[in-house]
């Protein structure tokens, strides 16, 4: 496989389950160990809880790139916290700002809690995201009238070195891309065997204008990791009776070649040249070490031979 590794970190903050802080140290010594120099970390994980353990991570350490984001502004609360999903979060509230001001007070914020000099990468997380209600014009003109050129300020200045945008949707690649500086899409769950969408616009996009592509999300939220069955999960959601059936076929492909359906997820959006880097995230030390030998297993030419023809005939 040719593009990278990057470590994903917002299991750190505990997504799901909560997640210790000495839990969190393990298994980013174990990514360490395993050669992992890559790491994503943004505001939203947590409250500011992941980008506070990566930052002590790495604050001792050299030769590590590091990207995070901006988007959401947080701010202290007096009871509880707002963490979406996050059982280790910080007790911060959030609010959405793609503003310049709302870039600045983010990327501000963002070194304070890292504790760290240097940010490489700054993505703008989420925006036109219906799902966390960013789709919206005046996000969007927040962005592209002031937001956009704070970004493209800090990356003139050397405060970061690359600039792009975070996302899950293809609309937000369509409606950012050459209408502001963009040298990095993050892209979650749109290349991969069950969603490719990403592929006749997305793809292209980044060839033409010289974007490296970053792919997340690569297990659609659990289904490509399990298989089908009763509890598996695709988009956040339960898996319908299409996608179901779908994966059911993808399994099948896997089978006869003897190679693991997680293999074949992960190396997946690998095959294309426009992608630079694969995300894998995990909080436990033994996903990570699976998915690390998953994503180097060989996979024979003829099982994506044959998985091409049935996404060709449209049965997967």
Not at 7 to 14: H, I, M, T, V, W
Not at 84 to 96: A, T, V
Not at 200 to 209: F, I, M, N, Q, S
Not at 211 to 228: R, W, Y
Request: one cysteine or more; charged letters at 20%.
């Amino acid at each position: 496989m040719t593009a990278g590794v990057t470590f994903g970190c917002s299991g750190l903050a505990g997504l799901y389950e909560p997640v210790s802080s000495e839990q969190a140290a393990q298994v980013l010594e174990a990514a360490w160990e395993h050669g992992l120099r890559d790491f994503d970390t943004a505001p939203h994980y947590g409250n500011g809880m992941s980008e506070r353990r990566i930052g002590d991570f790495l604050r001792d350490r050299t030769g590590w790139t590091l990207s995070t984001k901006v988007g959401r502004v947080l701010e202290p609360l007096q009871k509880g916290h707002t963490a979406e999903g996050f059982k280790s979060g910080l007790p911060f509230g959030q609010r959405f700002d793609f503003s310049a001001s709302g870039v600045e007070r983010s990327v501000a914020d963002s070194f304070q809690r890292l504790g760290l000099n240097k940010i490489d990468t700054l993505y703008v997380h989420d925006i036109l995201d219906p799902d966390v209600e960013t789709d919206t014009p005046a996000h969007l003109r927040d962005l592209l009238d002031s937001g956009a050129p704070a970004l493209s300020a800090l990356k003139s200045s050397g405060a970061v070195s690359a600039i792009g945008i975070g996302v899950n949707t293809v609309a937000a690649c369509m409606n950012t891309i050459g209408k502001m500086e963009v040298d990095r899409i993050m892209l979650a769950g749109r290349l991969t065997p069950l969603d490719r969408s990403a592929l006749d616009k997305v793809v292209p996009l980044c060839a033409e204008h010289n974007i490296d592509l970053v792919i997340g999300g690569v297990f659609n939220s659990g289904i490509l990791a399990t298989g089908p069955g009763p509890d598996a999960h695709y988009d956040y959601l339960p898996a319908s009776d299409d996608v179901q059936e779908r994966t059911r076929r993808i399994v099948q492909i896997c089978e006869r070649f003897g190679v693991p359906i997680p293999a074949l997820a992960l190396q997946f959006p690998a095959r294309f040249k426009e992608v630079s880097d694969i995300v894998i995230g995990t909080s436990k030390v033994s996903s990570l070490t699976r998915n690390l030998l998953q994503i180097n297993a060989e996979i024979p030419q003829k099982l994506w031979d044959e998985l091409d023809a049935e996404m060709e005939a449209g049965t997967i």
